[in-house]
C-alpha cells in the first residue's frame, strides 16, 4: 500500500509542478504578443547559463565578466518588471507559481521528501483505510435527535437533553481540533448514535484537511499484518 500511495502522490506532485510550468508559458506568450520588448528580454535572460560559462573559460578575467552579466541580468529583470507594470500586469505575472513553493512541485527539497509529498501519502493512505467506510454517510446535519425520547425518569434529564448535549460537545471538539487535542472515548449500548457521531466528527475534522483514519480494531490489525 506504501509504494501505490506514494506512486499517486508522486503522480499529482507532477501534475501540479506541468500545470504550473503550462500555465506560466502561456501568460508568458500572452504578454510577447503584447509586449514585444519583454519577449526581447526573455531570450536574453536565457542566454545567461550560456554567457556565464563561456566567462569561465575565457582567458580574459572570468570574476569581471560574470559580475557585469550578473549586474545585465538585474537591470534585464527591472526593466521587464517596470514594463509589466505599466502594461497593467503585477511585477511577478510571469514567475512559476507553484503549488508548493518550497519543492517547486518535485516532492523533494534537499534531498528530503517535503511536507507536500509527505502529507499526499498519508491522504492516499487514509483514503485506502478508508475505502468502505460510512464516512461519508454521516454528518453533524444528518443526526436526529428526534430518535431519544423528550421525557426522561422522574428528577433526570431526557435522553433527549442528554444526546443534545453530547451533541454539542462533538461539534465543539471537531471545530477546535487539533493535532495536541485529547482524545474522546464514548461507551454505551448499540444504537445510541457513537458511530454516528464518531463518523461526523471524523467527516468535520477531513474538511479542515486533517487527515483521519476511520476502520475498527481487527481492521487495523489485519491491514497491518499485511502490510508488514
Known sequence: ???ESYKRSMKTITGRRETALREAEERTTK???QVPRIREIQNQLQQTGGKIVKAVFSKQDSRTQIEQIMLDNIRLQQEQSQLLE??????DYLEVEYFCRFCEDTGYRQGHQCECLKKLIAENNALEFNRGSSLSLASFDSFSLDYYPEEGALHAPSSRRIMAEIL????TYAARFHQNAPSVLMMGDTGL???HLS???AGAIMKRGYTVLYVSAP???????NEY
Open 1 to 3: 500500500m506504501r509504494n
Open 31 to 33: 504578454v510577447c504578443f
Open 86 to 91: 505599466a502594461s497593467g500586469y503585477p511585477a
Open 168 to 171: 454539542e460537545f462533538c461539534q
Open 193 to 195: 448514535g457513537k458511530t
Open 199 to 201: 463518523l461526523a466528527i
Open 219 to 225: 481492521d487495523l490489525f489485519r491491514k497491518l499484518q
